[in-house]
């Protein structure tokens, strides 16, 4: 069963504390990223990543960290930095490191208490 | 950069009857044109692509148009059924993707 898949689905992080949200794709995919999605705004881009152990930041990286050690995998650090973390984030992949479309995970929504 | 606008919020639409969904984009340079079905607490679904060299792409029930010249970007959604009640939003972009806010379609039975 092919896909793109995300876990926790939910996640509670006190103040202060770092968390990690998991993304892992069996597509062999290229690419991947991550969005955060907030109600009545579009998607925006935190990371990407075109290739293992490379990745770039996104429109709104402030306070986040990535790793692409695997192809498979690119899991997401929630720092104590970010100032306003709860949210809906999304990840997703596509086959060409240049362009097309993007395929989307089931997303995590993290809240922060 | 590119800025992506939906041009209605929300949109109810009759049981049976066709849906419109419209998108705007600002830069001419964008190639690729994506439209995502989100239901509520998931992610977004695939539903048609069409790239800058085409002005016009059918799947099942959908259609995608696109007015390169007016920046413009429609779904149309044939015979609409109450499953098809979601949010859907438009993507815009070459290498990465900007996204729209979204469009809630409604279907009453």
């Known amino acids: 069963d092919g896909g793109i898949t995300q876990s926790p689905k939910y996640l509670f992080r006190k103040e202060g504390q770092n968390v990690t949200l998991s993304c892992e794709q069996n597509l062999n995919h290229d690419a991947m990223y991550w969005y955060r999605q907030d109600p009545g705004q579009g998607l925006r881009l935190i990371y990407y990543?075109?290739?293992?152990?490379?990745?770039q930041k996104g429109d709104i990286a402030e306070g986040y960290s990535v790793s692409r050690e695997k192809k498979e995998s690119f899991p997401l650090t929630v720092t104590s930095a970010q100032k306003n973390p709860t949210a809906f984030y999304l990840c997703?992949?596509?086959?060409?490191?240049?362009?097309?479309?993007?395929?989307f995970g089931p997303g995590t929504r993290l809240t922060v208490l | 950069g590119e800025s992506v606008g939906l041009h209605l919020p929300t949109l109810s639409v009759q049981e049976g009857d066709n849906s419109i969904i419209n998108c705007a984009y600002s830069?001419?340079?964008?190639?690729?044109f994506i439209w995502y079905k989100q239901e509520s607490g998931k992610g977004p679904q695939f539903i048609i692509d069409?790239?800058?060299?085409?002005d016009k792409r059918q799947g099942q029930r959908v259609t995608v148009l696109l007015n390169k010249t007016v920046k413009h970007l429609s779904l149309q959604i044939a015979a609409t059924q109450p499953g098809d009640s979601a949010v859907y939003f438009c993507?815009?972009?070459?290498?990465?993707?900007?996204f729209g806010t979204g469009t809630r379609l409604t279907v009453i039975p």
């Open positions: 069409i790239r800058s060299n085409m």
């Open positions: 990543s075109q290739i293992v152990n490379d990745f």
């Open positions: 997703a992949s596509r086959t060409d490191r240049a362009r097309g479309t993007q395929y």
């Open positions: 993507a815009v972009g070459a290498n990465n993707l900007f």
């Open positions: 830069n001419s340079a964008s190639d690729y």
